[in-house]
């Protein structure tokens, strides 16, 4: 099993060279890891049961674990120097670790999470933001950033990550990899560090639905049962009109996809903010309590701002006595929230968990056991590394109103890559009732293929309505020029013909019509540079051969002069320029 260290070492030489050019293009130092891991290790699965037993489930495969789970003999960071400075190295191995490597899968490091794995972001001032593969100058996502880095360089076959409010959904979404979220409290959290006891679940990272497959049954250890396909497939209307791209390159994938594997009839539409407002009345009941104010507030924001309230207030219940004690050295954002005032009276406490089991029945009453609820994982694409617009209200709101869904409810949830969209990637998200693991992962197995594909479908088609209305605008532009040209304002007419230019550059008349404008100017050069590139593009240009005769006639090239003429009258031989011109020159040079 050594050769699965020998492999990682071999994977990451192979991305020297790219990861050389994305250096130089991004001005910042990336490491050959892509800053991925905090610490390479090596935890061998046993050896391979005697035939005629069954191989290892997990047998081949290699994985990494967020810095927030115990082994054996290695201090658990917690995504802080400090915390590392001042905790013992672990006696023991997380049983969800142990699970895996007893089930054939090597364990090869522990990888990078957000300070105290406190944030959504994947930055880390301590140990630095690892580099996201899928979009270099955009954030990874966090708390599980690492982890998911990990994945998508191809690193590992498969990770372990926290998810408290999207600790794994969102660096799944942001890296272009599949993030699943099981159904809490059915993974063991001994051996791993709290961030808010009644959110956090044990999530999984992978690129491949297959191997998410495999280890999803060993993680969760679920029985055999047959495979059953969703009898319905509800997509959350109100929930794509967050999204800050068109909402069709997510939805209409979706749709048709499930309209090709089971039947339109399986398409169903709902409002979440009406059914939770009917279903979950003690969402306004808990808002009440905080600002004692009657305001009408969508019960989604709600839900929102009851999830950050419960990892704040239990994430102080687990670690304020740390903090006070050892001062650590915060970043701004989670030191402001940690520190904020959030006493909850019993009462507010009892209405968190009736809103919990209020969540969970509603969610489990929509779906039953065979459906799917359809949201966007984020609303946002991945912002820019430095950018302000994590810290903005309307990012925050829009993210945690989708992230909370599943964390509130406790339902299973899965964030599945649609592909790209302006040079980052794009997901959607899967939810299931709770209890509800096998069946989504099955939907997952089985959805996976027709999704990729009806992602790239679209994506073409929206490339494809681009270049359209690009030769349209650059159409206009022509027209604009030879309107210019017919007036006489040469250097106008140069700057519209160079406007349709930038907008195809794969027309012969634009570069023909420019050398035109440019012979009137007297830049020779420039018109028998245009007219050479009309002439790649289409042989048949005569247009282009008589204005690069002419050009080259007044450079002095009299010889390439008379060869242009003479082929514009092969190509036309009723053409008197070009014969006149031809005939010129020959008497010229004899």
Same mark, same amino acid.
């Given at each position: 099993?050594?050769?699965?260290?020998?492999?990682?070492?071999?994977?990451?030489?192979?991305? =020297?060279?790219?990861?050389?050019?994305?250096?130089?293009?991004?001005?910042?130092?990336?490491?050959?890891?892509?800053?991925?891991?905090?610490?390479?290790?090596?935890?061998?699965?046993?050896?391979?049961?005697?035939?005629?037993?069954?191989?290892?489930?997990?047998?081949?495969?290699?994985?990494?674990?967020?810095?927030?789970?115990?082994?054996?003999?290695?201090?658990?960071?917690?995504?802080?120097?400090?915390?590392?400075?001042?905790?013992?190295?672990?006696?023991?191995?997380?049983?969800?670790?142990?699970?895996?490597?007893?089930?054939?899968?090597?364990?090869?490091?522990?990888?990078?999470?957000?300070?105290?794995?406190?944030?959504?972001?994947? #930055?880390?001032?301590?140990?630095?933001?690892?580099?996201?593969?899928?979009?270099?100058?955009?954030?990874?996502?966090?708390?599980?950033?690492?982890?998911?880095?990990?994945?998508?360089?191809?690193?590992?076959?498969?990770?372990?990550?926290?998810?408290?409010?999207?600790?794994?959904?969102?660096?799944?979404?942001?890296?272009?990899?599949?993030?699943?979220?099981?159904?809490?409290?059915?993974?063991?959290?001994?051996?791993?560090?709290?961030?808010?006891?009644?959110?956090?679940?044990?999530?999984?990272?992978?690129?491949?639905?297959?191997?998410?497959?495999?280890?999803?049954?060993?993680?969760?250890?679920?029985?055999?049962?047959?495979?059953?396909?969703?009898?319905?497939?509800?997509?959350?209307?109100?929930?794509?009109?967050?999204?800050?791209?068109?909402? #069709?390159?997510?939805?209409?994938?979706?749709?048709?996809?499930?309209?090709?594997?089971?039947?339109?009839?399986?398409?169903?539409?709902?409002?979440?903010?009406?059914?939770?407002?009917?279903?979950?009345?003690?969402?306004?009941?808990?808002?009440?309590?905080?600002?004692?104010?009657?305001?009408?507030?969508?019960?989604?924001?709600?839900?929102?701002?009851?999830?950050?309230?419960?990892?704040?207030?239990?994430?102080?219940?687990?670690?304020?006595?740390?903090?006070?004690?050892?001062?650590?050295?915060?970043?701004?954002?989670?030191?402001?929230?940690?520190?904020?005032?959030?006493? =909850?009276?019993?009462?507010?406490?009892?209405?968190?968990?009736?809103?919990?089991?209020?969540?969970?029945?509603?969610?489990?009453?929509?779906?039953?056991?065979?459906?799917?609820?359809?949201?966007?994982?984020?609303?946002?694409?991945?912002?820019?590394?430095?950018?302000?617009?994590?810290?903005?209200?309307?990012?925050?709101?829009?993210?945690?109103?989708?992230?909370?869904?599943?964390?509130?409810?406790?339902?299973?949830?899965?964030?599945?890559?649609?592909?790209?969209?302006?040079?980052?990637?794009?997901?959607?998200?899967?939810?299931?009732?709770?209890?509800?693991?096998?069946?989504?992962?099955?939907?997952?197995?089985?959805?996976?293929?027709?999704?990729?594909?009806?992602?790239?479908?679209?994506?073409?088609?929206?490339?494809?309505?681009?270049?359209?209305?690009?030769?349209?605008?650059?159409?206009?532009?022509?027209?604009?020029?030879?309107?210019?040209?017919?007036?006489?304002?040469?250097?106008?007419?140069?700057?519209?013909?160079?406007?349709?230019?930038? =907008?195809?550059?794969?027309?012969?008349?634009?570069?023909?019509?420019?050398?035109?404008?440019?012979?009137?100017?007297?830049?020779? =050069?420039?018109?028998?540079?245009?007219?050479?590139?009309?002439?790649?593009?289409?042989?048949?240009?005569?247009?282009?051969?008589?204005?690069?005769?002419?050009?080259?006639?007044?450079?002095?090239?009299?010889?390439?002069?008379?060869?242009?003429?003479?082929?514009?009258?092969?190509?036309?031989?009723?053409?008197?320029?070009?014969?006149?011109?031809?005939?010129?020159?020959?008497?010229?040079?004899?």
């Amino acid at each position: 099993m050594a050769s699965h260290a020998a492999n990682l070492w071999v994977l990451l030489g192979l991305g =020297l060279a790219g990861i050389l050019l994305m250096t130089k293009r991004l001005k910042k130092t990336i490491k050959a890891d892509f800053g991925a891991f905090i610490q390479k290790l090596e935890l061998l699965p046993p050896p391979q049961p005697a035939p005629p037993k069954a191989p290892h489930p997990l047998t081949g495969l290699s994985f990494a674990v967020s810095d927030l789970f115990d082994i054996e003999g290695y201090v658990t960071g917690f995504g802080h120097p400090d915390w590392v400075r001042t905790h013992e190295a672990s006696s023991r191995t997380s049983p969800v670790v142990l699970s895996l490597v007893e089930g054939g899968a090597t364990c090869v490091g522990k990888t990078v999470v957000d300070e105290l794995a406190y944030s959504i972001h994947g #930055e880390n001032k301590h140990y630095s933001t690892p580099t996201n593969p899928a979009a270099p100058a955009r954030i990874p996502g966090g708390s599980s950033s690492g982890a998911a880095v990990a994945v998508a360089a191809n690193f590992v076959d498969f990770s372990l990550g926290i998810d408290t409010l999207g600790g794994v959904r969102v660096p799944a979404a942001f890296c272009g990899v599949i993030g699943f979220r099981p159904s809490y409290g059915v993974v063991s959290h001994t051996g791993i560090i709290p961030v808010a006891s009644s959110l956090d679940t044990v999530g999984l990272l992978a690129k491949d639905p297959n191997i998410l497959h495999r280890v999803g049954l060993v993680l969760l250890q679920l029985p055999f049962s047959v495979q059953r396909n969703p009898r319905q497939i509800l997509l959350a209307d109100d929930c794509f009109q967050l999204l800050k791209i068109p909402m #069709e390159r997510v939805s209409q994938v979706v749709i048709n996809s499930t309209e090709k594997l089971f039947g339109r009839q399986v398409l169903k539409h709902e409002n979440l903010e009406d059914y939770f407002s009917s279903k979950v009345p003690s969402l306004k009941e808990f808002y009440r309590q905080k600002i004692n104010v009657d305001l009408k507030i969508s019960s989604i924001r709600l839900l929102a701002n009851v999830a950050q309230f419960l990892q704040r207030y239990e994430f102080k219940c687990a670690h304020e006595e740390w903090i006070s004690s050892e001062k650590p050295v915060l970043d701004s954002a989670v030191s402001t929230q940690i520190n904020e005032t959030l006493d =909850l009276t019993d009462k507010e406490i009892e209405i968190c968990k009736s809103i919990r089991n209020e969540m969970r029945l509603a969610v489990n009453s929509l779906l039953k056991d065979d459906g799917i609820l359809v949201i966007p994982t984020t609303a946002h694409p991945p912002p820019k590394l430095g950018s302000k617009e994590i810290f903005s209200e309307d990012y925050h709101n829009c993210m945690f109103s989708l992230l909370s869904i599943a964390s509130i409810s406790g339902c299973c949830q899965v964030t599945l890559p649609l592909g790209y969209h302006d040079n980052y990637p794009v997901s959607v998200s899967f939810i299931a009732r709770h209890g509800g693991d096998r069946f989504l992962l099955d939907t997952v197995q089985t959805m996976y293929s027709s999704l990729q594909e009806h992602a790239d479908t679209v994506a073409k088609s929206k490339l494809s309505r681009n270049a359209v209305n690009q030769e349209q605008s650059a159409e206009v532009a022509k027209e604009k020029g030879n309107q210019a040209y017919k007036d006489k304002q040469w250097q106008k007419a140069v700057m519209f013909y160079t406007e349709a230019i930038k =907008l195809n550059g794969n027309n012969a008349t634009y570069y023909s019509n420019r050398a035109a404008a440019y012979l009137e100017l007297g830049s020779f =050069l420039q018109a028998e540079t245009d007219c050479t590139k009309a002439i790649d593009l289409d042989k048949k240009n005569v247009k282009a051969y008589l204005r690069r005769g002419t050009a080259r006639e007044m450079l002095g090239y009299y010889k390439e002069a008379i060869e242009d003429f003479r082929y514009a009258l092969v190509l036309e031989p009723t053409n008197k320029r070009a014969a006149l011109s031809a005939e010129r020159l020959r008497k010229v040079f004899q």
